[in-house]
């Protein structure tokens, strides 16, 4: 059986990474809404942010990016086109990537507890002569 | 250009900190969730946010040290074993952090 020539980069790696972000994305997403809904608090709410900002920056810029739609701005700084839409889309995937997984962290370590203190299980010994001044002297 | 525009385009590598530190609190918190609440979606979590966290400072790296001259002198196969090493991190760290957090998901719902 002989394929096509223009079927085969379908189903390439760089034809199937965006299709695979975009799904990861949308994933995502859906899974940190059914873990935080119903609950209140800043974990569920910083989660949901992070995990919208992730779910714009992996479902529609990387892929754009990919795909050839947006070009990245090159290390020359000589931007072929629209040099302002260039910088804004460029701005947009900085703060949607970076700001998403900061965000997104931050609110897993809080959901895990990252910044409480554990309560020592070890006994506690309260020396005898001061446990009350009001017991007499022995 | 606006003072935000402007601070984002000339301090790119002060976000790609914050994206870097993101990803080290999510491995924390990971971390913790699989040690002490053995959930096992943690610890796929844990290994998806190192696995992201490797493949993002690689791209970071690279962009200050792969110059046309280093990729000359590396020869062809390898500097396109580097190049591409970190997309596969990244892929494999986001399905890692996808399925690990399905995963703490169902756990959570198991537990309550």
């Keep these: ?138 | 250009m606006s003072p935000f525009v402007d601070f984002v385009i000339k301090n790119g590598f002060l976000m790609d900190a914050c994206g870097v530190i993101g990803l080290g609190l999510l491995g924390l918190g990971a971390v913790r969730l699989s040690r002490r609440y053995q959930s096992w979606g943690g610890s796929l979590l844990a290994f998806g946010a190192m696995l992201l966290l490797i493949g993002r400072l690689w791209v970071i790296v690279m962009k200050q040290f792969m110059t046309a001259k280093a990729a000359a002198s590396m020869g062809h196969t390898m500097s396109e074993l580097v190049m591409l090493a970190p997309f596969v991190l990244l892929t494999a760290g986001l399905a890692g952090v996808v399925w690990g957090l399905w995963g703490h998901e169902q756990w959570l719902r198991s537990e309550r």
């Design chain 1, 1 to 138: 059986m002989t394929l096509p020539p223009d079927v085969l980069p379908l189903a390439s790696i760089s034809a199937m990474r965006p299709v695979f972000l975009i799904i990861m994305g949308v994933f995502l997403l859906l899974t940190a809404w059914r873990i935080t809904r119903g609950t209140t608090g800043w974990a569920p709410r910083l989660l949901m942010g992070g995990a919208m900002m992730l779910a714009i920056g992996y479902s529609v810029i990387v892929p754009l990016y990919q795909g050839g739609v947006l070009m990245a701005i090159p290390a020359s700084g000589i931007v072929v086109g629209d040099a302002a839409s260039a910088v804004a889309w460029e701005v947009i995937k900085l703060v949607t990537m970076n700001g998403g997984w900061l965000v997104f962290g931050l609110g897993l370590a809080i959901h895990a507890g990252v910044f409480e203190t554990e309560k020592s299980a070890a006994p506690v010994q309260v020396p005898i002569s001061s446990s009350s001044i009001h017991e007499p002297l022995r």
